[in-house]
């Protein structure tokens, strides 16, 4: 495939197929745990902030079109971000990720069933919220404050599309799974990159 192909910045599930024949590889930047539970046949999984850390060198492994992924996809816009500011440029993001992708009755791969990351942050802020409201009614009033501060959490986390929540929730043990080694992944993408 020519290195001066160009790939739209976003593709549909049916656009990946296409794609993926032409040569490009799926990197899947969702955390282990997640990855294991169902991820696309074939993908590579290289969680945001391990990419985030290694950007040069994968960006310097990865000859073909890359396909990002991640459960809705605002990870895998923030991995085109970074991956862009190191110069790769043949970058799709999967509209919808890997939700959209298993909705439009396409292949995945499943292992051991664990809550997305996502699932997590709502349920951390829902019983926060709600612990602080019931708290501040039926125990001592200033407990409302926990629901000001999370409703406070979230609207930033809005605002500047970060989640510290989902930050803290991704270092728990639950949620590491089998950690991804980045070399071994920049090493099969060389690898493929060659053949």
Known sequence: M?????IPTTVTPEQVNSLLQDGARII?????AEYESMHI?????VPLDQLAEHRDEFTRAADTPVILVCASGMRARKADNE??????DRISVLEGGITAWEQQGQNVARGTQKWSLERQVRLVAGSL???GAAGGLLLWQPLTLLSLFVGAGLTFAAITNTCGMAML???LPYNKGQSCDIQEV???LSA???N
Do not use: I
């Open 2 to 6: 020519s290195t001066t192909t160009q």
């Open 28 to 32: 899947d930047v969702r955390m282990p």
């Open 41 to 45: 046949p074939g993908s590579y999984n």
């Open 83 to 88: 991956l862009r500011a190191a110069g790769l």
């Open 129 to 131: 919220v709600l612990a």
């Open 169 to 171: 929730l991704a270092k």
């Open 186 to 188: 920049v090493q099969q």
């Open 192 to 194: 493929e990159t060659s």
